[in-house]
Structures are given as structure tokens and as C-alpha cells.
């Protein structure tokens, strides 16, 4: 029988193609097509997945372990490697996301989740540090929810500095996450903003035991203007510290966001940077040409 065995332990994966085992090659992968030879009937693959994705898969086995641990029956649909196959319908409208485990939870139903393994992003003049989340992932996973008539939930778990990750998880819907961007975004100021900072009293935190808070959460007006006005402050230091490093040192716009993020770790994404460096473009603040350096107006 033919099949593929994910080994965590190792981070290697055993692929078998044929109905009896008797001969093994090992390889080490190195961004490089390995062929199985006629003559080997299984190959076992060396460092399969990369730093990050390890990262992501021990999250899912930790979230494995509370739903295991909380006697909650689940589907564990995650980083397996066959993966898991969407229709076109889902693909069109999710833009490729896909949530790691349903759950059935009793008096709720059935839950779509996703594992979050992420480090708290820093704020430059507020001492709160934040899970955060593309604006893009969210408006996916709400067309996923929409698509398949099922609850999508997210379970952030913190990756501390050293890559470790933490023992508690953090609950939120999609559906009050979305609540609170649409609340957000009625500022027009915000519509610049790529990446959504999350305040910390919206998660639920979960430690061993599992609770839900279900129903829309209603958001006041001072923890929306609070976030506005968090989010606005990075993104006018961002836009500073872009300009500085043009203004002191070489760099072509396809650099841009590899090389602020080295002097603002766990502040910036680089996508941020390279959105916010677009706009600076736009607004005839910075100078952009083709094969050349960026440089100022």
C-alpha cells in the first residue's frame, strides 16, 4: 500500500510506494526534486518542514492536546502532508485559507478553528504587545465561514523570542473580529492600515479548561478609539523611520520591508512596510524607479 507517515519527532516523512517495505534511501532535502529510484520502494525525507511551519505544526499539537484533554471530538484537518483538498467554489472566496480542526462542541455545534502560532507585536508608545492578524486572513476566513455555514474560530498561542511557544491559547470568533474591524474601519484614517492589532480584553484566555463566549461582543466607543489611535501612531513611525533609512542609506524598493524589519522586530510586518512604502510612493514622497535606489523627493 502506498501512503505518506509524518514523523514529528524526527521532522522527517516516509513516503511508500509500493505493497511491501524491503528497501529504504534516506535524503536530506535542500530545496531540491528527490526522485525515488525503480529500485527503492520508500524514501524517507530529512528537515520536511521548514523552521516556521514546525513552529505551526507543534502549535496544532498542543491545541490537539487541550481538545483531547477537554474529551471535545474534533477532525484534525491541519499541516498533514496530503493536506487537504477545497472545491473551486472555496478556493475563489477564501483566497486559500483553511481552518485545522472542526470540533463538535455540545449546546454550540459544529466549529471550524484556526491555530495561530504568533509572537505579540510591540507598539511603539504603548507598553500592551498584541496578537495580530492580516486584514486579509480576516476578510478570508469570514468568506470561509459565509462559504461552508460554520462558525470560524481562532486560537492564537504566543511564540516567545527564543521560538518557544507558550501553554496558554487565546479564543476569539471571526465573527466579533470582523464586528470590530467594520467598527474600526468607519474611520477613514484606517483604511490605510493592513494589519489588525487585536486588543487584548477581546480574547478569551484558555488554559486547561475550554469555555466559550459566544454572541456578538459590544464594542465601546473608547476601546475602538483607543485602537484607531494605536494603529495610526505605528504607521506615521513607520512611515518616519522609512523615510530616514532612504534618506541615510541605500536600498531598492524590493529591500524596503526586509530591512526596516531589522531594526523593528515584533513592531512591523514586512508586508506593512512595503504597503506603507507604497503609499509614500503615491504621495510623491519618495522617488521610485526602476533598477534604482529609492530615494526622496
Request: hydrophobic share 35%; charged share 30%; aromatic share 10%.
Amino acid at each position: 500500500m502506498s501512503y505518506l507517515k509524518y514523523n514529528c519527532d524526527e521532522n522527517s516523512l516516509l513516503i511508500h510506494k509500493g505493497a511491501t517495505q524491503f528497501k529504504k534511501s534516506e535524503v536530506k532535502i535542500d530545496q531540491e526534486t528527490y526522485i525515488i529510484p525503480k529500485e527503492y520502494k520508500s524514501a524517507k525525507i530529512n528537515d520536511f518542514l521548514s523552521k516556521h511551519e514546525l513552529i505551526g505544526f507543534n502549535g496544532e499539537l498542543k491545541f490537539k492536546k487541550l481538545l483531547d484533554d477537554n474529551k471535545i471530538p474534533y477532525l484534525y484537518i491541519g499541516q498533514g502532508a496530503y493536506g487537504i483538498e477545497k472545491s473551486k467554489t472555496l478556493l475563489d472566496h477564501s483566497e486559500s485559507k483553511r481552518p485545522d480542526f472542526l470540533l463538535n462542541i455540545k449546546d454550540l455545534g459544529t466549529i471550524l478553528f484556526d491555530v495561530k502560532c504568533r509572537a505579540k507585536m510591540n507598539c511603539a508608545n504603548n507598553k500592551e504587545a498584541f496578537f495580530a492578524l492580516f486584514i486579509s486572513e480576516i476578510n478570508a476566513l469570514l468568506e470561509l465561514q459565509k462559504s461552508v455555514q460554520m462558525q470560524v474560530w481562532i486560537a492564537f498561542i504566543e511564540r516567545d523570542e527564543n521560538e518557544d511557544l507558550k501553554d496558554c491559547f487565546h479564543f476569539i470568533s471571526i465573527s466579533n473580529l470582523y464586528k470590530f474591524l467594520e467598527e474600526i474601519q468607519k474611520d477613514n484614517s484606517f483604511q490605510q492600515i493592513k494589519v489588525l492589532r487585536i486588543p487584548n480584553q477581546f480574547l478569551k484566555k484558555i488554559g486547561k479548561k475550554i469555555s466559550f463566549s459566544v454572541g456578538h461582543v459590544d464594542f465601546s466607543p473608547k476601546i475602538i478609539q483607543k485602537s484607531i489611535q494605536i494603529h495610526l501612531e505605528l504607521m506615521e513611525n513607520l512611515k518616519n523611520q522609512i523615510i530616514m533609512f532612504i534618506r541615510n542609506n541605500k536600498c531598492y524598493k524590493s529591500n524596503i520591508g526586509r530591512e526596516i524589519i531589522k531594526n523593528t522586530m515584533k513592531t512591523y510586518y514586512s508586508k506593512e512596510v512595503d504597503a506603507c512604502t507604497n503609499t509614500l510612493i503615491n504621495d510623491k514622497v519618495i522617488l521610485h524607479s526602476k533598477y534604482k535606489h529609492l530615494s526622496l523627493f
